[in-house]
């Protein structure tokens, strides 16, 4: 009989990213609780995954196969073209939604009945399971807020709205293909809503005012559709991860003692584009003097007592 908890993991990620968290793919492959670690996106994304040394545990997809880019460029294109004006739409501004759309669009050729998506950016620091002592798969949960999502949502489905008080937006997910795949028919059943496809629909209903804000999430769209429509599938856990890293490490000096160190306290680290350590930060969150006295939760709280903007926050317990 086959292992129902036998899933692969899918890694959306352009060339130039793969190349600039080089330093973290061989840990996402070799601690990412799955069969195969298979990494979306263009040809050129292929051959350095076939030229990277990651294994037979690291595969490919074309992100074409799934869903043609162009096809994605020029319906946004279209839905914001009084905007545009003749200016042509930039690429990243698409990329931002298309990446989601291939996450969700993997249910329709996933042959398991789960798989899991994973941030690149996102680096595993120790191992973990994503199903219960139940046997039912976990929603990891964290603290995120914004409400363009599910104006999003309710205008896709009238009983979709805010139903949990963290997020589904964890860096990672496990879908279940079943549901998946039912909540992107349900939205292409909309006949009121202009477009074919789940995505060309999705285009449609964002408010345009706010299409060049992210507008959308598929984590927060199918945690609140699971949450409403099948509430007792998951279950729910609290996600302690580090998100921003880049601000208090180099991911390409990090050490084993780091990882071990950062593991008492965190599932993963993520390493965001832009971020880079803090002058008055370097070489003290890998300095094993400090690492040996404080917890990296306990130095990280320390650190944004001097700072301001965006806060880790996290809660007791799993």
Partial sequence: ?????????????????????????????QYLPVRKVLFVGSEELG????????????????????????????????????????????????????????????????????YMTWDGDTVPCRDFTMFAESGKPFFDMKHEYRDEYFVTMKALDARLGKVNDKSFISEHMLFECEYMEEMLKKIENREDIPGKTFWEKIFHTIRIEHIQENSFSEFETYGTYMSIYHPNVYEFRNWHSFRYGGYYFHPEQMSERDYSWLAKDFFAISFEKGHEVRPDLDNLFNNPVYQSKLTARQMVQIAQEESEGYEEVWEDGE
Avoid at 50 to 78: H, T, W
Avoid at 91 to 96: A, E, H, K, P, Y
Wanted: proline residues 3%; glycine residues 6%; contains cysteine.
């Fill in 47 to 114: 051959q350095m995954v076939r030229e990277s040394g990651l294994g037979e545990k690291a595969g490919f997809v074309n992100e074409n196969d799934l869903i043609p880019f162009d096809a994605v460029y020029q319906c946004m294109s279209e839905v914001m073209a009084d905007i545009l004006q003749g200016r042509e739409l930039p690429r990243g501004l698409v990329g931002w939604y298309y990446q989601q759309f291939l996450k969700m669009q993997y249910s329709r050729v996933c042959k398991d009945r789960y």
């Fill in 1 to 29: 009989m086959a292992d129902i908890h036998a899933y692969d993991a899918i890694v959306v990620v352009t060339p130039k990213d793969f190349k600039r968290v080089e330093c973290n793919n061989e840990r996402i492959v």
